[in-house]
Structures are given as C-alpha cells and as structure tokens.
C-alpha cells in the first residue's frame, strides 16, 4: 500500500476542515472506520501535526468524511524548491 509523504503538512489544514464540521478526531476516526478504514484517535492526531505520513486510501476516505474537496486540503501550500531548501 501506498502512502503520502508529507513533506509538507497538510494537517493543519485538516484540523481547519474538521472543526469547521464540528467533528473531534474520535468522531473522525469512527466515520473512517464506518467506510472500512479503521484508523486510532492517535494515528490520525500524528497527521494532523504532520508526524505520520498518510495512505492515499485513508486520504480518500478523509475527504468523504470530512465532506470536502482536495483543493480544500491543499489549500495554501506550494512545493518545496529542493534547490533552496536542501530537501533531497
């Protein structure tokens, strides 16, 4: 299985998201586990603060959730320069 590696976060913006659903991370976890993606209250913190990289299922699965758009994810960030941030 694939994963995403956050070499930017994009926890912050699911934070956004959720509380703007006025969901908690449990009612998060228990609406993944509800489309067959059972995920840990801790496991899904871990992302929003951008210590866990993402499967892209569990992303999907996010964006149904959380009822909205990957431009909302998204939103905000830009890629790292490689050449100016010397990311390999």
């Known amino acids: 299985m694939a994963k995403i590696l956050q070499d930017i976060s994009i926890g912050n913006n ?6 703007m659903r006025g969901l908690t991370q449990n009612d998060v976890c228990a609406r993944m586990a509800s489309l067959g993606r059972p995920m840990l209250q801790s ?29 909302e994810i998204f939103k905000g960030l830009s890629p790292i320069n490689k050449y100016e941030q010397g990311v390999e």
């Not at 699911?14 to 509380?19: A, H, V």
């Not at 496991?43 to 959380?66: K, P, W």
């Open 43 to 71: 496991t899904y913190a871990q992302i929003e603060t951008g210590a866990r990289n993402i499967f892209i299922s569990d992303l999907i699965a996010l964006r149904t959730v959380l009822n909205t758009q990957y431009d």
């Open 14 to 19: 699911l934070q956004r998201i959720r509380k």
